[in-house]
């Protein structure tokens, strides 16, 4: 309704509220191994360096907090405000892919690298605007560009339509220089269990990993296996090969769900079929 929709946080609220509490939770040698956390921004990498992995995580969630004249959040991440059809505050900032630019081109040519985000890479939202792309979309088709970019050692310009609030942008790319581009995208926001290549993204390999929180019948329960289902991700750095395993509560959509992948329950363990080569 129109009250909570007049309560949802602006970054540096959302900062305080999630990411601090976690960020809290490390010890100090881990949060001196983040890099890229500057200001409210909640995006950083974190090398692994003896398993030659360096980890990216992202915010799908920075469209600029922008209120209405009766000062409403117009990017309510919800699909109505006041009545009306409103964006959802998913985008990405010049700020941000800039970062992710940075991070990839310095990361050793030795490393895999894994892209943690929330809603993947093939939300464009395509019916949400006159032009054809969510706030998402406009952002994300620069985002896929610079990853599929990575993985193919190319060079180029990506480039982001605005939206209010935001100016269009462009990003400038240069992985010529590389040797290798081993990368997987791990993403959740579907609610599935599974394995695919997207295609408009340079066919990068990405898994879908999240428990059925939140869906009617798969709720997760106190004191029980789907209280702590987790992923868990096996990288041999000899081969390049990835390994998936999920333990508890998922779905398994396999072919059906546009990808591949195995288990038998919810409340067991779900696995990819065969290691994903990156």
């Known amino acids: ?146 990853l599929a970019a990575f993985k193919t050692k190319a060079s180029g310009t990506a480039n982001a339509l605005a939206i209010t609030g935001a100016a269009a942008y462009s990003v400038v790319y240069d992985f010529t220089s590389r040797t290798n581009g081993h990368i997987v995208v791990i993403n959740g926001h579907y609610h599935e269990f599974l394995h695919k290549v997207e295609a408009g993204a340079g066919n990068i390999d990405v898994i879908q990993c999240i428990s059925l929180y939140g869906v009617t019948g798969y709720l997760k329960f106190t004191d029980s296996v789907s209280q702590v289902s987790a992923d868990m991700l096996s990288i041999d750095y000899d081969t390049n090969e990835l390994y998936v395993l999920r333990y508890g509560q998922t779905v398994n959509k396999g072919s059906a769900g546009g990808g591949d992948g195995t288990g038998s329950d919810e409340f067991g363990f779900h696995f990819i079929d065969t290691p994903i080569q990156l």
């Open 1 to 146: 309704n129109t009250t909570d929709v007049a309560q949802i946080p602006s970054a540096a609220e959302r900062k305080v509220l999630i990411f601090d509490r976690m960020y809290d939770r490390l010890t100090p040698t881990q949060q001196s191994n983040l890099t890229g956390l500057t200001g409210d921004n909640m995006y950083y990498y974190y090398d692994f360096t003896d398993q030659k992995t360096r980890v990216i995580a992202l915010n799908d969630y920075e469209a600029p907090y922008v209120l209405d004249g009766s000062g409403i959040p117009i990017y309510s991440g919800t699909a109505e405000n006041n009545g009306t059809t409103t964006e959802r505050n998913t985008y990405y900032t010049k700020d941000q892919l800039d970062f992710l630019y940075a991070a990839l081109l310095s990361t050793p040519d030795d490393h895999n690298v894994v892209i943690m985000n929330h809603q993947g890479l093939n939300e464009l939202y395509a019916d949400e605007n006159p032009e054809g792309k969510g706030n998402l979309g406009r952002s994300l088709e620069a985002l896929r560009e610079i």
